[in-house]
């Protein structure tokens, strides 16, 4: 049989990506082939979430005696594991976990990178079978090297991320993943096992028809922003319009959308929660690096995300990513001159 070479694997592409540079010593790219084997496990089991009444709700005890653990819990410990054995990562931050994990081993400790994740997001959407992902973000360490990592290695600006990346488990699995040089995705190919270069070099449209936003919380919202909600459904054919809506609920593929299609996604502050939702660290910064990458724009309404300098591990922020004319056109909503 002919083997066809035009196919490229997440791990044939990682190690192509460092012939480029003489100097690199392969740690990240050994990380993304760590995260890349924990999506494929955690993938096996979100296909299987069907079937948990048949062998028993997670938390309990299956048919053969094996505890049933909740599917978050399952990917936490994935991601945590595949990143604690490999070679590259000296700790981690989880959506999952209160304080952030040190490695402390010796091999850890001479790690150059620290990974922060959101081990599967959109968690509510898994009863209904509606797409869900991984969210992670990769920091070179500003600690010593050979010493354990310290909080500062996690507090870091999203400015600083060295790579960023989610897996969407939908319709069929991908792994999308950007460092400076661009944003590439990876279609997981089922009968052999590999993500597979499905999208390279991805670029978020200029500008898109599309926007995302939970409109159950319109009218919490500050007016600003219920002013652009207002002048997106205004939209006609004489400017750039009609818009539509869409909003998945999950953030991740609400996003991937946006960024294969262009559109625009929010998730304001609302008169109950002003800093939103979500998560400064695990979800909006992994974000906002991949769509600054490809051409796109992210802020918080003040601010460009990537600048917020944290100050804890769960901090929330409101947040609004998109193709850069929507973004650019928001801005004139929430910064009126
Ligand atoms: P989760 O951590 O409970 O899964 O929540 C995160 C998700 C995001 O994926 C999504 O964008 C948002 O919550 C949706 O929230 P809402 O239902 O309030 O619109």
Same mark, same amino acid.
Request: hydrophobic share 35%; proline share 5%; charged share 20%.
């Given at each position: 049989?002919?083997?066809?070479?035009?196919?490229?694997?997440?791990?044939?592409f990682?190690?192509?990506?460092?012939?480029?540079?003489?100097?690199?010593?392969?740690?990240?790219s050994?990380?993304l082939?760590?995260i890349?084997l924990a999506?494929?496990?955690?993938?096996?089991?979100?296909n299987k979430?069907?079937?948990?009444d048949?062998l028993?709700?997670y938390?309990?005890t299956?048919?053969q005696?094996?505890?049933?653990?909740?599917?978050?819990?399952f990917?936490?410990?994935?991601?945590?594991g595949v990143?604690?054995?490999?070679?590259?990562c000296?700790?981690i931050g989880?959506?999952?976990?209160?304080?952030?994990?040190?490695?402390? =081993?010796e091999?850890?400790?001479?790690?150059k990178? $620290?990974?922060?994740?959101?081990p599967?997001? /959109? #968690? *509510?959407?898994?009863? @209904?079978?509606?797409s869900?992902?991984?969210?992670?973000?990769?920091?070179?360490r500003?600690s010593e090297?050979?010493?354990?990592?310290?909080?500062? =290695?996690?507090?870091?600006?999203?400015?600083?991320? $060295?790579?960023?990346?989610?897996?969407v488990? /939908? #319709? *069929?699995?991908?792994? @999308?993943y950007?460092?400076?040089?661009?944003?590439n995705?990876?279609?997981?190919?089922?009968?052999?096992g590999e993500?597979?270069?499905?999208?390279? =070099?991805i670029k978020?449209?200029p500008?898109?028809k599309?926007?995302?936003v939970?409109?159950?919380?319109?009218f919490?919202?500050?007016?600003p922003?219920?002013a652009?909600?207002?002048?997106?459904?205004?939209?006609?054919?004489?400017?750039g319009g009609?818009?539509?809506?869409r909003?998945?609920?999950s953030?991740?593929?609400?996003?991937?959308?946006?960024?294969?299609?262009?559109?625009?996604?929010?998730?304001?502050?609302t008169?109950?929660r002003?800093?939103g939702?979500?998560?400064?660290?695990?979800?909006?910064n992994?974000?906002?690096?991949?769509?600054?990458?490809?051409g796109?724009k992210?802020?918080?309404?003040k601010?460009?995300v990537?600048d917020?300098?944290?100050?804890k591990?769960?901090?929330r922020?409101?947040?609004?990513?998109?193709?850069?004319?929507?973004?650019?056109?928001l801005?004139?909503?929430?910064?009126p001159?």
């Amino acid at each position: 049989m002919a083997i066809n070479r035009k196919v490229q694997t997440l791990d044939e592409f990682t190690l192509q990506q460092l012939r480029d540079f003489p100097q690199a010593t392969g740690e990240l790219s050994n990380l993304l082939r760590d995260i890349g084997l924990a999506a494929k496990r955690i993938n096996v089991e979100v296909n299987k979430a069907g079937l948990v009444d048949i062998l028993g709700d997670y938390g309990t005890t299956n048919v053969q005696g094996e505890e049933v653990k909740k599917l978050d819990i399952f990917a936490n410990n994935q991601m945590m594991g595949v990143l604690q054995h490999g070679v590259s990562c000296a700790g981690i931050g989880s959506e999952e976990m209160d304080e952030f994990v040190v490695f402390n =081993d010796e091999i850890s400790n001479k790690s150059k990178y $620290v990974c922060l994740f959101d081990p599967l997001d /959109g #968690s *509510s959407n898994i009863d @209904v079978n509606v797409s869900i992902g991984t969210i992670f973000s990769v920091y070179r360490r500003v600690s010593e090297l050979g010493k354990p990592a310290t909080e500062a =290695d996690f507090l870091q600006p999203g400015n600083k991320q $060295v790579a960023a990346g989610y897996v969407v488990y /939908g #319709s *069929s699995t991908m792994l @999308v993943y950007a460092t400076r040089r661009g944003v590439n995705g990876f279609t997981l190919d089922p009968s052999i096992g590999e993500f597979t270069l499905s999208h390279p =070099d991805i670029k978020c449209p200029p500008n898109g028809k599309l926007y995302s936003v939970n409109h159950g919380n319109f009218f919490k919202y500050e007016e600003p922003v219920k002013a652009y909600i207002t002048a997106c459904q205004k939209k006609d054919k004489t400017n750039g319009g009609p818009y539509t809506q869409r909003y998945i609920a999950s953030m991740v593929a609400d996003v991937h959308r946006n960024l294969i299609k262009g559109g625009i996604f929010m998730y304001p502050g609302t008169s109950d929660r002003p800093e939103g939702k979500l998560r400064l660290l695990y979800e909006c910064n992994p974000f906002a690096f991949i769509m600054e990458v490809a051409g796109g724009k992210a802020s918080n309404g003040k601010q460009r995300v990537l600048d917020i300098v944290p100050t804890k591990l769960h901090q929330r922020t409101p947040f609004f990513v998109g193709s850069i004319e929507m973004m650019q056109e928001l801005e004139t909503y929430l910064k009126p001159e």
